[in-house]
């Protein structure tokens, strides 16, 4: 009769063996429970891999249009903000104008160019306003201040040296001869200069023509910022510094009244202009959130159905772990009892 004989050592590598396969299941186990998805797609989904790599792609895309959609509403907001408080600093020019027909009171008069003053001042600070370190009103110029340091001075420099200039070409020695029809006239070729291209771009406004666009769908673009070289803005800046600069008892009340009326009509017109502004950007807004709305519903829909394809049944998993891991105890407690077999004990 032929007796066979096992050693230690054949056991011990069968268990290793076993062992080595079971800790890398227990490896893509442990990965899928944790994330929920096949260990291995190529695997798992076989010719549907392609399909899980553009599913994945086009949900990053979404994610990025997003991510994007996001960063644009803050600036349009922010434009929207702004573009209130310049209307409203307008307005309080405006009303400060209103206010002066007909005022003698030196003081009054003074008064009113401080008030017109510091709304002035305001315009500018809300036009030159930036958010997430780009200038809003710059146009495509972002990193540009749309209005310039030197805006508000160069105009003030640019009405008295204009003013100075018409009442030598017509013979007028003194503001105080200034009639109104004179001074009508005086400022409708102020007006014709300062409007200009030539003149606005050279001396008040770094800004672009040219306004931001934004990519917030695959297939839409919107205009998400206006800027400082608009008409409107022109004419509340000029509205504004007129009747800072002459709305004062050095003119004659028959020629502060033309003031009075040439800076009512352009407050006016610019501050119409620029609630109109606002409006056209508050419109693209609205476009942004429907835009973003669709977006989230196309990632919802393809998440889920990614969730289908990729996913794993996590109580089968759940399941597998637990006979895996009782497996790999086993097979310690097994391994530690066949090390301390020896014939010594048996002898």
Do not use: C
Not at 231 to 247: D, I, N, W, Y
Not at 315 to 327: D, H, I, M, T
């Amino acid at each position: 009769m032929k007796t066979s004989t096992i050693s230690n050592l054949s056991i011990t590598n069968a268990l290793r063996m076993t062992m080595t396969q079971t800790q890398k299941e227990l490896v893509v186990a442990q990965a899928e429970s944790v994330s929920g998805k096949h260990y291995d797609m190529g695997i798992s989904l076989g010719a549907k891999t392609a399909q899980s790599l553009d599913l994945n792609r086009e949900v990053d895309r979404l994610k990025a249009l997003n991510t994007s959609n996001s960063l644009v509403t803050t600036r349009l907001g922010a434009s929207q903000a702004a573009l209130k408080d310049m209307a409203a600093s307008g307005q309080e020019i405006l009303n400060t104008v209103l206010a002066f027909g007909g005022n003698e009171d030196s003081q009054s008069l003074a008064t009113s160019k401080t008030s017109i003053q510091n709304y002035l001042n305001s315009i500018v600070e809300k036009a030159n306003f930036s958010s997430n370190g780009e200038y809003l009103f710059s146009g495509i110029n972002t990193d540009v201040k749309p209005l310039k340091d030197t805006a508000l001075s160069s105009t003030s420099s640019f009405l008295q040296s204009e003013l100075a200039s018409f009442m030598t070409a017509n013979g007028i020695a003194s503001k105080s001869q200034i009639t109104e029809s004179q001074m009508s006239t005086f400022l409708s070729q102020v007006e014709a200069t300062f409007t200009s291209d030539a003149y606005w771009k050279a001396n008040i406004s770094n800004a672009s023509d040219t306004n931001t666009q934004s990519r917030i769908t695959q297939g839409e673009v919107v205009q998400t910022s206006v800027n400082t070289n608009e008409q409107s803005m022109r004419k509340l800046v000029l509205g504004s510094a007129v009747a800072l600069e002459f709305m004062d008892a050095s003119l004659p009340p028959s020629a502060r009244n033309a003031v009075q009326k040439f800076s009512q009509d352009k407050l006016y017109q610019g501050t119409n202009g620029i609630t109109a502004m606002q409006g056209k950007l508050g419109l693209s807004e609205e476009r942004v959130k429907k835009a973003s709305d669709s977006l989230e519903s196309q990632q919802t829909i393809i998440t889920k159905y990614l969730g289908d394809l990729e996913g794993v049944d996590t109580v089968e998993v759940a399941s597998r772990l637990k006979s895996l891991l009782s497996l790999v105890d086993a097979s310690y407690t097994l391994t530690a009892r066949i090390q301390q077999l020896s014939l010594v004990n048996f002898l």
